[in-house]
T-cell receptor, first 113, second 115 residues
Protein backbone atom coordinates (compact mmCIF):
# COMPACT_ATOMS: atom_id res chain seq x y z
CA UNK A 1 0.00 0.00 0.00
CA UNK A 2 1.66 3.20 -1.19
CA UNK A 3 1.67 6.05 1.23
CA UNK A 4 1.51 9.71 0.31
CA UNK A 5 3.80 10.51 -2.61
CA UNK A 6 4.98 13.94 -3.64
CA UNK A 7 6.87 15.16 -6.66
CA UNK A 8 9.36 16.52 -7.27
CA UNK A 9 11.49 16.04 -4.16
CA UNK A 10 13.62 19.10 -4.82
CA UNK A 11 13.11 22.17 -6.95
CA UNK A 12 15.03 25.37 -7.59
CA UNK A 13 13.18 28.34 -9.06
CA UNK A 14 13.94 31.99 -9.73
CA UNK A 15 12.05 34.87 -8.17
CA UNK A 16 8.94 35.72 -10.13
CA UNK A 17 8.54 32.28 -11.62
CA UNK A 18 5.66 29.91 -11.07
CA UNK A 19 5.82 26.40 -9.63
CA UNK A 20 3.54 23.37 -9.46
CA UNK A 21 3.91 20.68 -6.82
CA UNK A 22 2.08 17.38 -6.97
CA UNK A 23 0.69 14.96 -4.42
CA UNK A 24 -0.92 11.54 -4.55
CA UNK A 25 -2.75 10.65 -1.35
CA UNK A 26 -2.61 7.39 0.52
CA UNK A 27 -4.85 4.75 -0.99
CA UNK A 28 -8.42 5.18 0.23
CA UNK A 29 -7.96 8.76 1.39
CA UNK A 30 -10.14 11.47 -0.07
CA UNK A 31 -8.81 14.62 1.62
CA UNK A 32 -5.57 16.41 0.83
CA UNK A 33 -4.04 19.24 2.83
CA UNK A 34 -0.95 21.28 2.03
CA UNK A 35 1.46 22.69 4.58
CA UNK A 36 4.48 24.96 4.33
CA UNK A 37 7.38 24.26 6.67
CA UNK A 38 9.99 27.00 6.77
CA UNK A 39 13.41 26.15 8.11
CA UNK A 40 13.35 25.67 11.87
CA UNK A 41 9.59 26.00 12.16
CA UNK A 42 6.55 23.81 12.41
CA UNK A 43 4.32 23.20 9.40
CA UNK A 44 1.78 25.93 8.59
CA UNK A 45 -1.56 25.06 7.02
CA UNK A 46 -2.03 26.40 3.50
CA UNK A 47 -5.32 24.86 2.41
CA UNK A 48 -7.30 21.65 2.17
CA UNK A 49 -9.14 19.97 -0.68
CA UNK A 50 -12.07 17.62 -0.40
CA UNK A 51 -14.35 16.52 -3.21
CA UNK A 52 -12.33 18.66 -5.61
CA UNK A 53 -13.09 21.84 -3.71
CA UNK A 54 -11.03 24.01 -1.41
CA UNK A 55 -12.58 23.44 1.98
CA UNK A 56 -10.54 25.81 4.09
CA UNK A 57 -7.60 28.12 3.66
CA UNK A 58 -4.88 29.26 5.99
CA UNK A 59 -3.27 32.67 6.09
CA UNK A 60 -1.58 32.54 2.70
CA UNK A 61 -1.91 34.98 -0.20
CA UNK A 62 -3.80 34.27 -3.40
CA UNK A 63 -0.49 33.49 -5.10
CA UNK A 64 -0.97 30.08 -3.55
CA UNK A 65 -3.64 28.06 -5.30
CA UNK A 66 -4.50 24.43 -5.67
CA UNK A 67 -6.54 21.80 -7.32
CA UNK A 68 -7.84 18.35 -6.56
CA UNK A 69 -8.55 15.83 -9.29
CA UNK A 70 -11.27 13.15 -9.40
CA UNK A 71 -8.71 10.52 -8.33
CA UNK A 72 -8.06 12.66 -5.19
CA UNK A 73 -4.55 13.66 -6.24
CA UNK A 74 -3.73 17.32 -5.82
CA UNK A 75 -1.54 20.12 -7.06
CA UNK A 76 -0.21 23.18 -5.29
CA UNK A 77 0.60 26.16 -7.49
CA UNK A 78 2.58 29.17 -6.39
CA UNK A 79 2.80 32.21 -8.66
CA UNK A 80 5.23 35.13 -8.61
CA UNK A 81 7.66 33.31 -6.37
CA UNK A 82 9.39 35.24 -3.58
CA UNK A 83 12.56 34.34 -1.75
CA UNK A 84 10.41 33.81 1.34
CA UNK A 85 8.55 31.00 -0.38
CA UNK A 86 11.61 28.81 0.04
CA UNK A 87 10.47 25.98 2.30
CA UNK A 88 9.55 22.33 2.55
CA UNK A 89 6.05 21.82 1.21
CA UNK A 90 4.23 18.92 2.76
CA UNK A 91 1.16 17.16 1.51
CA UNK A 92 -1.03 15.33 4.01
CA UNK A 93 -3.86 12.97 3.22
CA UNK A 94 -6.65 11.75 5.41
CA UNK A 95 -10.12 10.29 5.30
CA UNK A 96 -12.67 13.06 5.67
CA UNK A 97 -13.67 12.70 9.28
CA UNK A 98 -13.12 14.23 12.66
CA UNK A 99 -10.81 11.87 14.45
CA UNK A 100 -8.38 10.56 11.91
CA UNK A 101 -4.69 11.25 11.81
CA UNK A 102 -3.14 12.67 8.68
CA UNK A 103 -0.42 10.89 6.74
CA UNK A 104 2.32 13.05 5.32
CA UNK A 105 4.45 12.74 2.23
CA UNK A 106 8.20 13.26 2.27
CA UNK A 107 7.77 16.80 1.05
CA UNK A 108 9.07 18.95 -1.79
CA UNK A 109 12.00 21.18 -0.95
CA UNK A 110 11.52 24.44 -2.87
CA UNK A 111 14.40 26.87 -3.11
CA UNK A 112 13.78 30.28 -4.65
CA UNK A 113 16.89 32.15 -5.78
CA UNK B 1 -8.34 29.72 18.47
CA UNK B 2 -6.22 26.61 18.62
CA UNK B 3 -2.53 26.66 19.43
CA UNK B 4 0.26 24.45 20.67
CA UNK B 5 3.42 25.36 22.55
CA UNK B 6 6.57 23.30 22.79
CA UNK B 7 8.64 25.14 25.39
CA UNK B 8 11.92 23.33 24.70
CA UNK B 9 13.79 23.79 21.43
CA UNK B 10 16.03 20.87 22.30
CA UNK B 11 16.07 17.96 24.72
CA UNK B 12 19.21 15.97 25.44
CA UNK B 13 19.06 12.53 27.02
CA UNK B 14 21.41 9.58 27.39
CA UNK B 15 20.55 6.30 25.73
CA UNK B 16 18.62 4.05 28.08
CA UNK B 17 17.27 6.93 30.15
CA UNK B 18 13.63 7.98 30.11
CA UNK B 19 12.71 10.94 27.92
CA UNK B 20 9.98 13.56 28.03
CA UNK B 21 9.14 16.09 25.34
CA UNK B 22 6.73 18.74 26.55
CA UNK B 23 3.65 20.15 24.88
CA UNK B 24 0.89 22.44 26.10
CA UNK B 25 -2.19 23.34 24.13
CA UNK B 26 -4.99 25.86 23.90
CA UNK B 27 -8.29 24.90 22.27
CA UNK B 28 -11.80 26.26 22.22
CA UNK B 29 -13.49 22.86 22.35
CA UNK B 30 -12.48 19.27 22.96
CA UNK B 31 -8.79 18.75 22.25
CA UNK B 32 -7.72 16.35 19.53
CA UNK B 33 -3.97 16.01 20.09
CA UNK B 34 -1.24 14.38 18.05
CA UNK B 35 2.48 13.74 18.07
CA UNK B 36 4.52 13.48 14.89
CA UNK B 37 8.23 12.80 14.35
CA UNK B 38 10.37 14.15 11.52
CA UNK B 39 13.71 12.74 10.47
CA UNK B 40 16.11 14.90 8.40
CA UNK B 41 14.83 15.69 4.92
CA UNK B 42 11.74 13.62 5.49
CA UNK B 43 8.05 14.22 6.00
CA UNK B 44 6.21 13.78 9.27
CA UNK B 45 5.46 10.35 10.69
CA UNK B 46 2.47 9.82 12.94
CA UNK B 47 3.32 8.58 16.45
CA UNK B 48 0.12 8.73 18.47
CA UNK B 49 -3.08 10.63 19.11
CA UNK B 50 -5.50 11.48 21.89
CA UNK B 51 -9.14 11.85 21.02
CA UNK B 52 -10.96 10.65 24.10
CA UNK B 53 -10.69 7.96 26.76
CA UNK B 54 -7.62 6.98 28.76
CA UNK B 55 -5.27 9.80 29.58
CA UNK B 56 -2.24 7.62 28.80
CA UNK B 57 -2.00 6.97 25.09
CA UNK B 58 0.38 4.39 23.64
CA UNK B 59 1.83 4.82 20.18
CA UNK B 60 4.48 3.65 17.77
CA UNK B 61 8.11 2.76 18.60
CA UNK B 62 7.45 2.51 22.34
CA UNK B 63 6.31 6.11 22.73
CA UNK B 64 3.42 7.16 24.90
CA UNK B 65 1.83 10.45 25.85
CA UNK B 66 -0.03 11.63 28.89
CA UNK B 67 -3.03 13.89 28.48
CA UNK B 68 -3.61 16.24 31.40
CA UNK B 69 -6.72 18.35 31.02
CA UNK B 70 -6.18 20.51 34.09
CA UNK B 71 -2.68 21.44 32.98
CA UNK B 72 -3.62 21.51 29.27
CA UNK B 73 -0.60 19.37 28.54
CA UNK B 74 0.16 16.41 26.31
CA UNK B 75 3.74 15.39 27.04
CA UNK B 76 5.46 12.70 24.98
CA UNK B 77 7.35 10.05 26.91
CA UNK B 78 9.43 6.96 26.44
CA UNK B 79 10.78 4.78 29.27
CA UNK B 80 14.13 4.05 27.62
CA UNK B 81 15.55 6.25 24.86
CA UNK B 82 17.39 4.91 21.83
CA UNK B 83 19.97 6.75 19.72
CA UNK B 84 17.67 6.16 16.76
CA UNK B 85 14.97 8.25 18.50
CA UNK B 86 17.03 11.35 17.73
CA UNK B 87 14.80 13.48 15.52
CA UNK B 88 12.50 16.49 15.49
CA UNK B 89 9.22 16.03 17.33
CA UNK B 90 6.07 18.03 16.71
CA UNK B 91 2.99 18.28 18.84
CA UNK B 92 -0.20 19.21 17.00
CA UNK B 93 -3.79 20.00 17.82
CA UNK B 94 -6.62 19.47 15.43
CA UNK B 95 -9.47 21.91 15.06
CA UNK B 96 -12.02 19.85 16.95
CA UNK B 97 -14.90 22.19 16.21
CA UNK B 98 -14.70 21.54 12.51
CA UNK B 99 -15.43 18.46 10.48
CA UNK B 100 -12.11 18.44 8.72
CA UNK B 101 -8.45 17.86 9.38
CA UNK B 102 -6.65 21.12 10.01
CA UNK B 103 -3.64 20.79 12.26
CA UNK B 104 -1.92 23.47 14.27
CA UNK B 105 1.68 22.47 14.92
CA UNK B 106 4.12 23.54 17.57
CA UNK B 107 7.55 24.83 16.66
CA UNK B 108 9.13 21.44 17.26
CA UNK B 109 11.57 19.97 19.76
CA UNK B 110 14.84 18.46 18.66
CA UNK B 111 15.58 15.31 20.62
CA UNK B 112 19.22 14.30 20.93
CA UNK B 113 19.89 10.86 22.38
CA UNK B 114 23.56 10.31 23.15
CA UNK B 115 25.16 6.86 23.34
Amino acid sequence: DAGVTQSPTHLIKTRGQQVTLRCSPKSGHDTVSWYQQALGQGPQFIFQYYEEEERQRGNFPDRFSGHQFPNYSSELNVNALLLGDSALYLCASSLGGRNTEAFFGQGTRLTVV
Amino acid sequence: AQSVAQPEDQVNVAEGNPLTVKCTYSVSGNPYLFWYVQYPNRGLQFLLKYITGDNLVKGSYGFEAEFNKSQTSFHLKKPSALVSDSALYFCAVRDGAANFNKFYFGSGTKLNVKP
